[in-house]
């Protein structure tokens, strides 16, 4: 016994948190998979809420008499919602970060998407149901932020990349159960599809509430030890383990942690990335990118009204389309390197969204498809990898927030566009000509980024800023 056990204390003061996580809960096993399937769960409501309203804007539209109405009026919904995601974003994302945690923060977000989602039924005009649409988007903001980071902290460095894409591979499951759902539903109002998404989504919130667990790494830096350990105990696959085994590891570079982002306040942690010069620099790169990327992500879909096609077999094949892009991240992932993966795709997106705007010949209807469907699919790719990116990019501290402010810009991005898709049915040049141009030359900032493949996370803003330092040396 004295014998096993000196190997086992003798890296306690040279190992960092990553390596002993990872040490402490051994292979991946099914608890850490269920954990992270259960949580990923939530992109699939998140993607509902997200494109709903391809389906019922314009039947809501239609309903109050402004079918003849200004662009900016029938768009006025779908923007409010991408604004409250911005909004909420803002005012939210620290509190996963801080105060509440990634597990609380997400089970908050769900509820509040669904119950304004729910209540969005009842609209009796066209103002009701964009302020609505607008609190539904305020609850959505972290929800993918969240699912995200959580998802990833609960597993190993070896898993980390293929766990992120779970969530993304689900967020096409709902993104495609939404033609499905509308068709079935095509003959009700659309007021059906509302609640036929939000009442699952309330039910999803509880199960979260009650069988998922917090983050190891946030627990550890936030100084709650005892929870800390039992977390890590109830997702190990190493069953001869006891508490006084994770004991011997868990006080390494304690006096660090306690000096520094265990004191973290209230939004101190979106200071911290403003204050480094380095963290500000990669904030505002990947901010830049999630723009464009944005811009495609989620214009695309809302602008497929504007083409030739059946809308329900437009959004089928635009939703099928984000699952060889998940399928690319998944297997690749580990081979890619983020920096060139991420700018060629973003390139070659914006290439095909400006052959949209080119190609304007109906007979040519199946070519025009064809851009608008690989423009999406490296869109979607592109948003992929960006976001694992960012996961690497930033220290456990700062990490949730981080995320958090790329996918605002992502949403600021998604904001625009449904404005854009309004002008476009006139002139595509003003939505598929920008949306290329616009991917195209916000994916040029990723040549400011180190890149991060292989690379163990940090947990603290000394050891990324250490790090930091190698790099450029």
Same mark, same amino acid.
């Given at each position: ?29 099914? $608890? ?17 809420? !997200? ?8 039947? $809501? ?9 200004? /662009? ?12 409250? +995601?911005?909004?909420?974003? @803002? ?41 609505? *649409?607008?609190? !539904? ?13 959580? /998802?990833?902290?609960? =597993?190993?460095?070896?898993? #980390? ?51 998922? #667990?917090?983050?190891? *790494? ?9 929870? @800390? ?28 942690? %306690? %000096? ?21 620099? #990669? ?12 811009? =495609? ?6 602008? =497929? ?19 060889? $892009? /998940? ?53 979607? !790719? ?13 220290? !456990?501290?700062?990490? %949730?927030?981080?995320?958090?402010? =790329? ?17 476009? #049915?006139? %002139? ?26 292989? *690379? ?12 930091? *330092?190698?790099?450029? +040396?």
């Amino acid at each position: 016994m004295s014998d096993q056990s000196k190997p086992l204390l003798k890296p306690k003061k040279a190992t960092t948190l990553d390596e002993t996580i990872e040490s402490c809960i051994g292979e991946f096993g099914w $608890a850490q998979f269920l954990q992270s399937i259960l949580i990923s769960l939530s992109w699939v409501f998140d993607a509902q809420q !997200t494109f709903i309203s391809i389906f019922t804007d314009m039947p $809501a539209v239609s309903e109050w008499s402004l079918i003849g109405a200004s /662009s900016i009026l029938t768009g006025l919904p779908a923007s409010s919602f991408f604004i409250g +995601c911005l909004i909420g974003g @803002f005012l939210l994302s620290t509190l996963a970060d801080t105060k509440l945690g990634r597990k609380n923060m997400l089970v908050l977000s769900c509820f509040i998407m669904s119950i304004a989602g729910a209540i969005t039924s009842i609209s009796t005009n066209i103002w009701m149901y964009s302020f609505l *649409r607008f609190l !539904t988007g305020f609850g959505r903001a972290t929800i993918g932020t969240c699912a995200l980071v959580l /998802s990833t902290e609960l =597993v190993g460095n070896q898993w #980390r990349g293929q766990v992120g894409i779970i969530g993304f591979v689900c967020f096409t499951i709902g993104f495609l159960s939404l033609p499905l759902i509308a068709f079935v539903n095509r003959d009700y109002s659309w007021r059906v599809l509302y609640l036929w998404t939000c009442i699952p989504t309330i039910l999803y919130s509880i199960l979260v509430h009650f069988f998922v #667990r917090e983050s190891p *790494r946030w627990l550890y830096v936030r100084g709650n030890k005892e929870e @800390f350990v039992l977390t890590l105990k109830s997702i190990t696959t190493r069953s001869s383990l006891t508490l006084s085994f994770f004991g011997s590891f868990i006080d390494f570079e304690d006096q660090e942690h %306690n %000096n520094s982002e265990s004191t973290i306040n209230l939004y101190s942690a979106i200071k911290m990335l403003v204050e480094k010069n380095w963290a500000f620099k #990669r904030l505002i790169s990947v901010m830049l990118i999630g723009f464009g990327v944005g811009l =495609v992500y989620y214009g695309m879909p809302l602008g =497929v009204g504007n083409l030739p096609f059946n809308l329900y077999l437009s959004v089928t094949l635009n939703a099928l389309s984000e699952l060889p $892009a /998940s399928m690319v991240t998944f297997f690749l992932i580990g081979k890619l390197t983020r920096k060139k993966s991420l700018l060629g795709f973003a390139i070659l997106s914006g290439i095909c969204s400006i052959g949209c705007a080119i190609v304007k010949d109906n007979s040519l209807k199946e070519l025009q498809m064809g851009f608008e469907l690989v423009s999406f699919f490296s869109a979607c !790719t592109s948003f992929n990898v960006l976001l694992i990116y960012t996961v690497e990019l930033f220290p !456990t501290c700062v990490r %949730n927030s981080a995320v958090s402010m =790329v996918r605002q810009s992502l949403v600021l991005g998604g904001a625009f566009s449904p404005i854009l898709v309004a002008f476009g #049915r006139k %002139n595509r040049w003003f939505s598929y000509g920008v949306f290329g141009m616009s991917i195209g030359i916000c994916g040029l900032f990723v040549l400011c980024l180190p890149e991060t493949k292989g *690379r163990t996370l940090n947990d603290t803003m000394d050891e990324e800023e250490y790090k930091e *330092r190698v790099f450029v +040396c």
